[in-house]
């Protein structure tokens, strides 16, 4: 049975940093593509970072491009997410999920971890 | 890249068909038959329903079809059902390792 698990989220001042993990199980994490998807309260999906299957590729929204930074450790079949100068907008309930961006879809999707970024 | 353009609400009797529609443009949703429709009921993950415009994974009932014509996708459920009350979201791939989600609609069942 495909799990994934994040942890991680928390409080945060504006300005402030947060690294999020996604435990991933009962697949072959390392063949694999994966994604973080977000979601503000009340609101829609909005796809925020992918990472290739060995970690050599990396892809962002335009709204965290150089704020984020998507890793991944097949020796420990997590999936992390480092968020830096973090802003009150990205307030959300974020999702690990795994799929292929260039097939458009994720197929598995973990319960997501609350990240809440207010003075 | 902006976001994908779903109505906000759609409704239907049980039994009833409903169509829920998806639209992008030619650089998205009219370039790529990579367009998804996701389930999502309230406090729960969203769950794949149809992946690259019309494929069903396997445990989804066959009440859940997708189609694409130009730059607009469709998500019809069949034979309404009051579990189908949820929101439901549409994602393309937008091209340059870019995607793109709907605003998402919610379903009500009357």
């Known amino acids: 049975e495909v799990q994934l698990l994040e942890s991680g989220g928390g409080l945060v001042q504006p300005g402030g940093s947060l690294r999020l993990s996604c435990a991933a199980s009962?697949?072959?994490?390392?063949?694999?593509?994966m994604s973080w998807v977000r979601q503000a309260p009340g609101k829609g999906l909005e796809w925020v970072a992918a990472i290739g299957p060995t970690g050599a590729s990396m892809y962002y929204a335009d709204s965290v491009k150089g704020r984020f930074t998507i890793s991944r450790d097949n020796s420990k079949n997590t999936l992390s997410l480092q968020m830096d100068s973090l802003r009150a907008e990205d307030t959300a309930l974020y999702y690990c999920a795994k799929g292929w961006i260039s097939r458009g879809y994720f197929d598995y999707w973990g319960q997501g971890v609350l990240v809440t970024v207010s003075s | 890249q902006s976001a994908l353009t779903q109505p906000p609400s759609a409704s239907g009797s049980p039994g009833q068909s409903v169509t829920i529609s998806c639209t992008g443009t030619?650089?998205?949703?009219?370039?790529?038959?990579?367009v998804s429709w996701y389930q999502q009921h309230p406090g729960n993950a969203p769950k794949l329903l149809i992946s690259?415009?019309?494929k069903r994974p396997s445990g989804v009932p066959d009440r859940f079809s997708g189609s694409k014509s130009g730059n607009t996708a469709s998500l019809t459920v069949s034979g309404l059902q009051a579990e189908d009350e949820a929101d439901y979201y549409c994602s393309s791939y937008g091209g340059s390792d870019n995607l793109l989600f709907g605003g998402g609609t919610k379903l009500t069942v009357l």
């Open positions: 009962g697949f072959t994490f390392n063949t694999n593509a």
């Open positions: 030619s650089s998205d949703v009219g370039s790529y038959n990579y």
């Open positions: 690259e415009v019309n």
